[in-house]
């Protein structure tokens, strides 16, 4: 156990959820957002699904939710047909992706987290709102690109921003990690540290 405690926030998911630490992903942008704020701790399978989750959910969260737990879903992401294709070769077939299916996926998520009162991202809409998303989003046709994951971690701020949760979990909500005043603070040539404030403000506005 390595303290102290922080907020902890589990990516638990398949393939795209354990190779969001690769291709500066979302994972490891979060975890960069989240820095001595929160822990973004990482559960992805790749090629199970759904029902293969629901198989180890109580080994993944053994303690089972607490009344502190809040739930975010992210719904099934569009899919690059064509590329797939060529990335793929002869299994295409077999992957049996198009875009409809995540369609029908997608809007089956949002409508049963309405129903249960749960936080839900539509990342199906989300990336197809991207200029040129088709070649810009994936790195396979199925897996996210840096591009597609930085709308991804937009638009999980959003949802947290917008979230009238207690305690908030948006990070700026979030307290940081013991003081960020240090005698070893990088000085600049006019004897202060205006140039490390200007590039922790860019930083800042750019993950509102």
């Given at each position: ?122 990342l199906w809409t989300a990336l197809q709102q991207r200029d040129n998303w088709l070649d ?73």
């Open positions: 156990m390595v303290g102290p405690e922080r907020p902890q926030f589990v990516l638990f998911g398949s393939s795209i959820v354990q190779f969001s630490y690769s291709q500066d992903g979302f994972g490891a942008i979060l975890t960069d957002i989240y820095a001595r704020k929160a822990d973004i701790l990482l559960r992805g399978y790749a090629g199970w699904n759904s029902r293969g989750a629901l198989q180890v959910l109580e080994q993944v969260f053994p303690k089972s939710l607490s009344d502190k737990t809040r739930v975010l879903f992210l719904s099934t992401p569009p899919v690059n047909e064509a590329q797939i294709c060529e990335f793929f070769g002869r299994t295409c077939d077999q992957l049996c992706r198009t875009n409809e299916s995540c369609r029908i996926y997608s809007e089956a998520c949002i409508k049963l987290c309405r129903e249960l009162d749960i936080k839900v991202v539509d810009v989003c994936f790195v396979d046709g199925i897996h996210l690109s840096c591009e597609a994951s930085k709308i991804v971690v937009k638009e999980i701020l959003k949802v947290l921003k917008e979230a009238q949760w207690e305690p908030g979990l948006h990070w700026k909500s979030l307290p940081t990690e013991f003081s960020e005043d240090s005698p070893y603070d990088v000085i600049g040539p006019g004897g202060d540290t205006k140039n490390v404030a200007d590039l922790n403000l860019h930083w800042q506005i750019q993950w509102e």
